[in-house]
């Protein structure tokens, strides 16, 4: 699991959990993997992104590197800053942990890099 | 109403579970990656750089590849195809399209292809589109594709169905894209496309698809295969429907197909006619159609308007009498595992029938009443206990009183989903029962409802038989003598019932009495249609109406086997398999299936009665009714069981050759006389009911299409005469005692009666082999529950033993109906004797989890060996010449039957002491009735019988010696370790895929058949399963006994096969050898290798249905575009900004 997906994951669907975000993580098994850099690509997903969460996640994991804490205005034009955040998004892999929901504690297993979203029939 | 809808929502949910998402996950490495859709592709492409973009339902990935400036997450239900998707290197996660777990507007696209038609409710369908439209950011842009009602080369008539999956998946596979012409070219694409989510939502309920059309389809669905036909049913519960849609995932489609059906056909012979054409049609393609799915959800959210039903015509009454019927059919796998119950049911409502016969007008509303909470009461058990079986056989007298004790039951072991299904039958009933009052006095309208009542699970089938006996016997009232005769076999009955439940312990009594039941009525109907014959004169009429007795008890007992299997499947599917569950269904199934044979004998009666001036004299039903019952009963009972059996096929086999030499003209005097009106009580009835038949035969021929024509003639009639015929023979058999069997030289008029009556002797020998079968299963089950593994094997080669039986003597029917039986007959004999050695193994055996695998298995089997029949009738007519030959091979067989024997001995001497004997034992009594068998069958009958007999023989053979294989195979496994039970599990599992492949081969070949193909199709499946079996030696030899016994091995073992491959190749080569004959042999084969057929539920959508959808459920998706491609309708939506005032 990527770090990108982790920042659009919640548990909201949980019964009784209303906002669900972000989702805690514990990691067992971190995987670096390469991604070919795409700056325009990056470029546009930031805004879209959470940024407080995906730091957040990624310091919670030991890879935020020297990601500001907070979004840097020029990013578009920032190529080193783009490549920082390429790496986190893209090129960090949870291979194996859990998935905290903030509000109910609840796990959601990463197995093999695929987290189980999946919800008991009591749980929705 | 929130009850009905959460009753409806289980239901569904069951539904998606077993038939949507199970099956992704059996078939998740089967799917091909297809191609992009075009327009899929190139919508992908043109969104801007960095898009993000959820795939939902996004299978194997195939379209999180595409456009590598986009970040696309793929989500799939399905976890081993989000496996395969993430080794592409894929962002996978699991989750339900109705959870998503994605922020609100987190997307700027959402993918949604083929999901949203795996969603069995609107609600859940509009469910899923309004999470899809949730995670889509406004302005973004959602693709929705869902499989289009309207399709080129396929057409559904409704829009609930099952379609077998594993098929177009093969045909992807191997085709790669090209769609070849037989396989609809949308399923193709679909499947490939698509392996994606189980369930999405959309779809309205569109009033439109149940009815009249449907109807057509609907019949389609049950022949093809029973326990594929059980899912259509609509009021299921849903334990019944989890429990059909795990048969159909175990593979049952091609299932003996036409056989079970029949039970409808009684009810209504109007719509069937169509229906079995269509069965007959093209098994593997035919989507199996799921009638009022939400309907009769939203049916009874909407209200009680029961009294909307009024302003109903008659149509929707037939139409109900159509779901009843396909309820009934589903129900009557779940039945299986109380037989003893239902058996016990069985009689008490015919007790109540005769009884409350003055009452019976006021009773009907009562009944339903009775019969509704009994229904839920009796499901819930089956389902939660074995036991409980056997305690409400003593129960039934005092019917309210069980009813209450059924329940406290219940409410201990019931679940919330079964506390919901109670609840759902409930209303349905009370719905019905105000219908019901209404239209009392029509009785098809009333019988209708009841059916619809019951219908609601799998056990009300028991009631329909219920109501149709009474009313029957109200018909019947008019003919005083006759409603009298019968009460009192009735009461006979039930009392020998009771007392031999009394005196034995109640498993072993259970086991024992259920065969005992089926024969008894089925006894009593053979001398009614005897007498009715007689009386009528005309030999044509006999034995037309033989044939019409025949097509009811082939109903019966054809559903067994499948059923069992389907319920062992679904156990198995299910994953969590116990014991006890696995034991039920297949007892249920026989229970059900002897239940079925009553009431038609009932309908006949009434109506015989009424046209045909009653032969027999009053005085002489009674003598039959009373003690011959009781003496059956108790003499079973007491009585070993296998020396029963034997005796039984002794004197079926006598019986059968006297048959043969007797001619028509004196059968027809003999039954003329006294004896045959002993009997005489039912077989009015039975006449009536073979004139519906007829009706319907014809019918269908009219309405039969040029392709099916063939096939739903050969097929679908010919397997319903000889499974009747087999009930009748086996009633015979049981109820003659050995003496009269070697007495068979002479001529006494009673025996001749039976005979003629018999001339489906042999097939009346299969059914006993059946019952055989079923009882030894209960037995092992209920000895050692523990040895699941064991018996489930053994289940399944019994049942697969059976099947081909069946086969065969439907084969010889077909072919000849008085020379055939001789052969059943032996099968039969050499079928019990190798369940008895199968329950030997049984105990040897120690392993539950391959329980569940081996039940899919079975499953497998039971369904080729439906097409084995219908290929055998075709070479029956040449095999003639070759027959002979087999003969020679006949000793070879022996031979071989005892080295076979001797492995055993082997084998269980390692084992233990108690195992050796047991088996020594079943053996000798197997070898004895064949010897047995042989000497009079040689005397009496032709070269041509004997060579039959031989070619029975030496199967039978090849089947004990792939049940010695098996022991050894089991034995081994105990020995060596619980780590080999598992690796033989994985080797199940890993089978049944490969037996899937075998069936697409299968199926590819059948499409290239246009007409005669079957030696091409058998042979290219053969092919199929040898190649993936490895242990199969050669190719040609085709024969059965090499595709079972590797598929066997490769299921146990792979290492054990090769030795004993040889002899049965050689064996089945030559003995067999005839064209014909091998031929048939090889579908059995088939069977027995299992290939499995997954069914995939499918709401197929109408033109503008998904359009409609979004328009009226989600507000905030607009729908850009709408297009129709790749037989699927496929919708571009932006989401928008929605302002509310």
Redesign the interface.
């Known amino acids: 699991?990527?770090l990108?997906?982790h920042n659009?994951?919640?548990?909201?669907?949980l019964k009784g959990v209303t906002v669900g975000?972000p989702l805690g993580i514990v990691a067992k098994d971190i995987k670096l993997?390469v991604v070919?850099f795409?700056s325009?690509?990056?470029?546009?997903?930031i805004p879209?992104l959470d940024w407080a969460t995906l730091w957040k996640a990624a310091d919670s994991i030991g890879h935020v590197g020297e990601l500001p804490q907070t979004l840097i205005q020029d990013f578009e034009t920032n190529e080193e800053f783009l490549k920082k955040v390429h790496h986190v998004l893209?090129e960090v892999d949870v291979i194996n942990g859990d998935l905290l929901c903030p509000e109910s504690g609840r796990k959601?297993p990463i197995n093999?890099?695929?987290?189980?979203?999946?919800?008991n029939?009591d749980e929705? | 109403m929130s009850e009905s809808e959460g009753e409806q929502a289980a239901r569904s949910v069951a539904l998606e579970q077993a038939y949507v998402h199970e099956v992704y996950e059996q078939c998740a490495e089967k799917t091909a990656q297809g191609r992009h859709w075009p327009r899929i592709y190139q919508f992908l492409e043109e969104l801007e750089p960095g898009a993000l973009v959820c795939d939902i339902g996004c299978g194997n990935g195939k379209y999180l590849s595409v456009n590598q400036s986009i970040f696309k997450v793929g989500v799939d239900r399905c976890k081993r195809l989000t496996d395969i998707a993430r080794e592409k290197k894929n962002e996978v996660l699991i989750c339900d399209n109705l959870a998503l777990p994605f922020r609100d507007e987190s997307f700027d696209a959402v993918l949604s292809i083929a999901v949203v038609h795996h969603f069995a409710t609107t609600e859940r369908r509009v469910h899923a589109l309004k999470e899809l439209a949730r995670v889509l950011r406004i302005g973004g842009r959602l693709v929705i594709s869902v499989w289009a009602m309207e399709q080129r080369h396929r057409k559904f008539e409704s829009q609930d169905v099952l379609v077998p999956w594993p098929k177009a998946y093969c045909l992807n596979s191997s085709v790669n894209g090209t769609r070849t012409s037989g396989v609809p070219y949308s399923e193709e694409t679909l499947h490939c496309d698509q392996p994606s989510k189980k369930d999405f939502l959309i779809s309205k309920r569109t009033s439109q698809r149940k009815c009249r059309s449907r109807s057509y389809w609907i019949d389609p669905i049950f022949s093809p295969s029973p326990s594929t036909s059980s899912l259509s049913s609509p009021n299921e519960t849903c334990y019944s429907f989890f429990r059909r849609a795990l048969q159909k995932l175990a593979g049952g489609k091609r299932a003996p197909g036409s056989r079970p059906w029949f039970l409808e056909s009684w009810h209504n012979g109007r719509d069937r006619p169509h229906l079995e054409h269509e069965d007959s049609g093209d098994v593997d393609d035919i989507p199996i159609e799921l009638r009022r799915l939400e309907d009769i959800g939203m049916a009874n959210n909407k209200l009680p308007d029961t009294l909307s039903v009024k302003s109903k015509s008659l149509g929707d009454i037939l139409e109900i009498q159509r779901l009843d019927l396909v309820r009934s059919r589903s129900s009557i796998p779940g039945l299986c595992s109380t037989l003893t119950s239902d058996l016990f049911l069985d009689e008490h409502s015919e007790n109540n029938s005769s009884q409350a016969k003055p009452r019976l007008v006021k009773q009907k509303s009562h009944f339903i009443e009775d019969t509704c909470l009994e229904i839920p009461n009796t499901a819930i058990q089956e389902l939660l206990k074995d036991l409980p079986d056997f305690q409400i056989g003593p129960r039934f007298p005092v019917r309210r009183g069980n009813v209450h004790k059924q329940s406290s039951m219940n409410e201990e072991l019931m679940s919330a989903d079964r506390l919901r299904e109670k609840e759902r039958v409930r209303q349905n009933i009370t719905k019905q029962a105000s219908l019901n009052e209404e239209l009392i006095y029509k009785r098809k309208a009333f019988e209708a409802f009841k059916d619809s009542i019951y219908s609601g699970t799998a056990t009300k089938r028991f009631q329909l038989l219920k109501s149709d006996l009474t009313n029957r016997i109200k018909q019947t009232t008019t003919d005083k003598v006759s409603g009298l005769s019968i009460r009192n076999g009735f009461v006979k009955m039930l009392q020998g019932w009771k007392s031999t439940e009394s005196e034995f312990p109640p498993q072993p009594v259970n086991v024992v009495n259920i065969p005992k039941k089926e024969s008894d009525p089925i006894e009593r109907r053979l001398s009614r249609e005897d007498g009715s014959d007689s009386s009528k004169d005309s030999s044509l009429q006999s034995d037309t109406s033989v044939d019409s007795e025949d097509s009811f008890a082939s109903v019966i007992y054809v559903p067994k086997p499948e059923q069992v299997e389907s319920s062992t499947r679904q156990l198995a599917t299910t994953s969590a398999p116990p014991s006890p569950r696995i034991k039920h269904p297949p007892d249920l199934t026989s229970s059900r299936l002897k239940m079925i044979p009553m009431s038609p004998l009932l309908k006949q009666f009434s109506a015989g009665s009424k046209s045909l001036p009653p032969p027999s004299p009053p005085g002489l039903s009674p003598r039959t009714l009373g003690p011959t019952p009781r003496a059956f009963f108790g003499g079973f009972s007491n009585g070993p069981f296998k020396s029963l059996i034997s005796t039984e096929k002794n004197s079926a086999d006598l019986k059968k050759e006297e048959s043969k030499k007797n001619s028509e003209v004196e059968i027809k005097k003999e039954e003329v006389k006294p004896p045959a009106p002993v009997k005489v009580d039912k077989p009015l009835q039975d006449e009536d009911e073979n004139r519906k038949v007829r009706l319907n035969q014809i019918k269908e021929l009219l309405k039969q299409k040029p392709g099916f024509a063939t096939r739903c003639t050969k097929t679908a009639f010919p397997l319903v005469r000889r499974a009747s015929t087999a009930t009748t023979g086996r009633l015979e058999t049981v109820t003659r005692p050995l003496p009269r069997l070697l007495s068979l030289e002479l001529f006494n008029p009673e025996t001749d009666d039976l005979d003629s009556d018999s001339s489906g002797v042999s097939s009346p020998e299969s059914v006993g082999s059946v019952i055989s079968v079923i009882s030894d299963e209960r037995f092992t089950v209920k000895v050692k529950a523990t040895v699941e593994n064991s018996t489930v094997e053994s289940v399944t080669e019994s049942k697969e033993k059976t099947s081909v039986e069946k086969i065969e003597t439907e084969e010889d029917r077909a072919y000849d109906l008085l020379s055939n039986t001789s052969p059943t007959n032996i099968s039969t004999e050499t079928s019990s004797q190798s369940i008895r050695l199968l329950e030997a193994a049984a105990h040897v055996a120690n392993s539950i989890e391959d329980a569940v695998e081996t039940a899919i298995k079975l499953n497998m089997q039971v369904e080729p060996t439906t097409q084995r029949s219908k290929e055998r009738r075709d070479s029956l007519k040449t095999s003639c010449d070759d027959l002979q030959e087999l003969l020679d091979t006949k000793d070879v067989g022996k031979s071989w039957n005892e080295e076979c024997r001797q492995h055993l001995i082997d084998f269980t001497e390692k084992l233990s002491e108690n195992l050796i004997n047991d088996i020594d034992r079943y053996c000798q009594s197997s070898k004895l009735d064949l010897a047995d068998t042989k000497n009079p069958d040689v005397d009496a009958q032709g070269v041509a019988l004997r060579t039959k007999v031989k070619a029975s023989k030496t199967r039978k053979y090849s089947e004990l010696a792939d049940t010695i294989a098996w022991l050894k195979s089991s034995g081994i496994e105990d020995k060596e370790a619980k780590d080999l039970l598992r690796q033989s599990q994985e080797n199940i599992l890993d089978f049944v895929l490969v037996s899937d492949s075998g069936e697409f081969v299968q199926e590819q070949s059948r499409k290239d058949r246009p007409l005669l193909g079957f030696c091409n199709s058998v042979e290219s499946s053969d092919v199929g399963d040898s190649a993936e079996n490895t242990t199969s030696i050669s190719e040609e030899s085709g024969s059965i006994l090499m595709t079972k016994l590797g598929s066997t091995g490769s299921l146990q073992q792979p290492s054990q096969p090769p030795e004993e491959n040889p002899r049965c190749t050689e064996n089945f080569n030559e003995c067999s050898m005839s064209a014909s004959s091998s031929q048939e042999s090889l579908p059995s084969d088939q069977n027995g290798g299992g290939a499995i057929t997954y069914h995939q539920y499918y709401h197929v959508f109408r033109e503008g249905e998904l359009d409609q959808l979004i328009e009226k459920y989600v507000e905030n998706l607009h729908v850009i575009s709408s297009y129709y491609d790749h037989a699927s309708w496929c919708i571009v939506a932006e989401k928008v900004q929605v302002w509310t005032i």
């Open positions: 699991m990527k990108l997906t659009m994951l919640t548990s909201k669907c975000y993997c070919d795409n325009e690509f990056i470029a546009r997903i879209k893209l959601f093999d890099g695929i987290p189980n979203m999946l919800l029939e929705v």
